[in-house]
């Protein structure tokens, strides 16, 4: 394909991520699965998303609920069939809605046939496929600590080698530097983009490239000659949306990421703006204060320095961050308002907006005082880890219920009706226990509600293109409660104002706004006659054409 071309829709689209064993169980095993998601796109249709960005549902050991895949051309039968799937892609595309697959390429299950025979023995054709160091049991080639805590080496005694693992024993790393494993990861590509699927979200890209005798795992010196290997041998070669995960990700690389040249990505998915409650250098349970003029610097640097030479993703949630009504909004008395308004933050920005699903209702974060209530991986071992190095209960608790995924991955709340209306069976997670009061089906009834925000949200996005394409301007930045930027284009201007607090305010930059003509286009509160004077979390967006 051309590149003149290439549409890029994906600019004025909004995505939305489905965890699919959360989502809607259609069979009743109190798992999520794709005939359940079919039952919902009327649903999503009417928010008004473009994209749906599926979190994996390939075959998979569910060690780290499908990011451990063993077969990259199959559906696990737990969510459904390959039937099911085209089924999916088919409806999707009648709504004019795109499949996204979330790609896991830094790993594969240990399970997966590759790696069944590259533990066979070191001259089996697929040994070369995992990354390998020789060794003595109880010696591992150095100290590099895995994501879900141990060693990064596992020790295979019938070897006497270790392999590599950045995340759990049973997500063996894939060995990049092997040509092979390129080539079978880019005819897989291919044939999900021939069964018409329009985008992929690349899991930890950025550690790929890593150089375990050096002790790099990400942005290896070799990552950007393969990302850009990757995308010419596949993405390159149609129309699709595509979004790297870079944990590690800066300004520049960020460039280099989502280049308007099409030679990585369509766009990066970074976290600076995310790490602000852990402790520097810590690990991400060292908890911190949120600290507001920081966030907002970090806003403004990231849509001040892509302008024109990248694209960023805008997020507050995924399914492996705590909900963020809990996080930075208030999750009691103002859940409604601030909800609102930290969506209406980050819907104002240029970029590629994602809500997570249930953001949209603004669900909560969970409180369970029981560790045996969780299922994540992570949390499971963090609480044994920390245990057992002197950490109280209490502390420990005190974290999960801060930072764990688990957090995001409890059930959708469709309805009042048993768990929620998402399964009439056992849910594989418990359900929020605040289902009765928060849930779709009230929502989508009153025209107040969260989700019909975010459907403006989505709508004024298509009808305003200075949001998409509008110059950035933080302004009072060193203000302590209230969030207020500008976007500037030829003729026009959008100006959005948020107190980011509980307490009244009042705002006098509004008066210039007000005698030019602004016109108020969305605001979180039904009366907005309250003129200069900010009420709790109030948000409002202005325009002006002149
Ligand atoms: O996450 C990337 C990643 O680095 C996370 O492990 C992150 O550090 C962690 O969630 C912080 O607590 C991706 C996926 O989004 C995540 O669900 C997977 O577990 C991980 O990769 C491994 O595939
Ligand atoms: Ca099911």
Redesign the pocket.
Known sequence: MKKETISEWWKSSVIYQIYPRSFKDSNQDGIGDLQGIIQKLDYLKELGIEAIWLSPVCKSPQD??G??ISDYQDIDPMFGSMKDMEELIEEGKKRGIRIILDL?L??SSDEHPWFVEAKKSVDNPYHGYYVWRDGVEGLPPNDMRA?FGGSAWEWVPELKQYYFHQ?SPK?PDLNWDNEKVREEIYEMIQWWMDKGIGGFRL??IDQIAKEPDLKITANGPKLHDYIKELSKNTFQKADLVTVG?A?GADIERAKLYSNPDRSEFSMVFQFEHIVLDQQEGKE?WDLEELDFIKLKKIFAKWQKNLYGSGWNSLFWN???LPRIVSRWGNDKEYRVESAKMLASILHGMQGTPYIYQGEELGMTNVNWEDIDSYRDI?TLNIYKERLEKGYSKEEIMKSIHA?G?DNARTPMQWSSEKNGGFSDGIPWIKINENYPSIHAEDQLRDPNSIFHYYRQLIQMRKDYPIIVNGEFELLLEEDKDLFCYTRKGEGEALLVIANFHGKEIDVPILKEWKDSKAELLLCNYKDNMAEEHFRAYEARIYYHSF
Do not use: I
């Open positions: 780290d609920n990011y451990d896991v830094n790993h994501t995340f997500q899991d930890v995960e944990w991400k995924n399914h492996d992570e930072k995924r």
